[in-house]
């Protein structure tokens, strides 16, 4: 069966139409079908390719039918149940769905879900007990669950099921469900829609009049599993003003993504400068996490050496940057080392770097468009920036990172060595080093610790006494 046929009849389900065949009195419309559900019917449609038939599933002895998470389950379940009608018997699914255990079994389709049991021996004899029922009813079985092992005994795995599909929330679905929703006819990319859930989609399309490529963003962000940095935002010690920003720009990340305000009103820049060694790129980790977003780090001398490194290879290396933050948006775009880039004007071949800085300043602008990408700018010397680079909509927040005083020195100290010498005073320790930057203080401890691991011992006190005093 092709399948813009097998996507239309599986719509027409999800909208509880009787007749899937009538496309000429009904025909699947986006606002009578919920997201998840639409995105069910597109992925199991294409799952079903290779079968003649929907009702092939109805007809086989036993189908296993894999979807990629639990909460796919109960959308899954409930299209099966409309496309191939009412079962005949359901064991062990999700009251909320609609679907509920049967105490007797009558003939029809028997449908099959993971125990809800948590204890291990008890999930057992219910899958025991849920797949002699259905043997005993003699209907066509189907088994919709995130693994084989959640429904059917061990024994019984290899040997038991006709047909195996697999439903997945590949790039391809995605596709799908911009085009039915918003209309576009060249959806923007979205990776990594493997990690998509329900309630995913459920935000991304909550409303009718947002745009392909905001829909898109919504679900990149929602989609790009996420790495724990090295350091938390809590562990931002003497960094309180980039903290406060932090949080503000997530609520405004927030209320964007919810369509409360628009792009524009949103906190998009900030310059953070400070000393080398203070923990400017550390934190940029860290505030990328907090945000939910993409951390995408690059630098002025990274453009500057893009290929041949002459004027029209750096303006390309600057788009192309922009680029990939838009195309993964929302994210952080972090550049370092701004201050390389001279005021306008200034200097010797000023031409070249007039160009220059008017390339940055172009994208900062988000002429190509900017929605959901932050840029924090890096660097040590903020005086030598292009004073256009600090205004509004561009990096228009400034933050200069202090060395840290003795109780952020403290907290460093404390956060590095971790439950290692808790029962010692670090106060005096953290006193004699006054004007140490955070990435000395990182480097004393990793310095005693090595110590101690070519002695093969622990951790002691005399080991970080040395390591400062060297």
Known sequence: ??????????????????????????????????????????????????????????????????????????????????????????????AEGGLADTA???????????????????????????????????????????????????????????????VEITRDVID?????????????????????????????????DVSAAHVAMILRGSASPRTTPAISLEHLHGMAPLIAWSMAAAEDLHAFRDGTIPWSQCSKGVLLSGPPGCGKTRAAEAVAHYLGV?????????????????????????????????SRAPALLVIDECDALPSRGAGANYTWWNTAVNAVLEQLDGINGREGVLVMGMCNRPDLLDPALLRAGRLETHLHVTLPTLNERLAVLRYCLGQDLADIDLHRYAARLGGTTQATLAKIVADARRAARLSSRPLTETDLEASIVA
């Open 176 to 208: 799908d469900c911009l085009r039915f929703y918003t209309g576009a006819d060249t959806p923007p990319p979205v990776e990594n829609p493997g990690h998509l859930e329900p309630r995913h989609l459920e935000l991304a399309f909550g409303r009718s």
């Open 1 to 94: 069966m092709h399948l813009d046929v097998l996507q239309t009849r599986l719509l027409m389900a999800a909208m509880g139409t009787d007749d899937l065949d009538d496309t000429v009195h009904t025909a699947p419309t986006a606002d009578r079908i919920v997201p998840g559900s639409a995105a069910a019917a597109f992925a199991l449609a294409r799952a079903l390719q290779h079968i003649e038939a929907l009702e092939a599933i109805g007809t086989s002895a036993a189908t296993m039918v894999k979807v990629p998470g639990p909460a796919w389950v109960t959308p899954v379940a409930q299209l099966l149940i409309k496309a191939l009608g009412s079962p005949g018997n359901s064991a062990d699914a999700d």
């Open 294 to 326: 993409e951390f995408i780090p690059t630098s002025v001398a990274q453009w500057m050496t893009f290929r041949d490194g002459d004027l029209g290879d750096f303006c390309k290396a600057v788009r192309d940057t922009f680029d990939q933050a838009r």
């Open 104 to 166: 007797t079994w009558t003939p029809g389709l028997t449908l099959l879900l993971a125990p809800k049991a948590k204890d291990s021996a008890e999930r057992d004899h219910l899958r025991e007990r849920n797949m002699l029922s259905a043997m005993r009813a003699r209907a066509p079985i189907v088994a919709v669950a995130e693994g084989v092992e959640d429904v059917v005994p061990q024994t019984l795995i290899y040997q038991f099921f006709e047909v195996t599909l697999a």
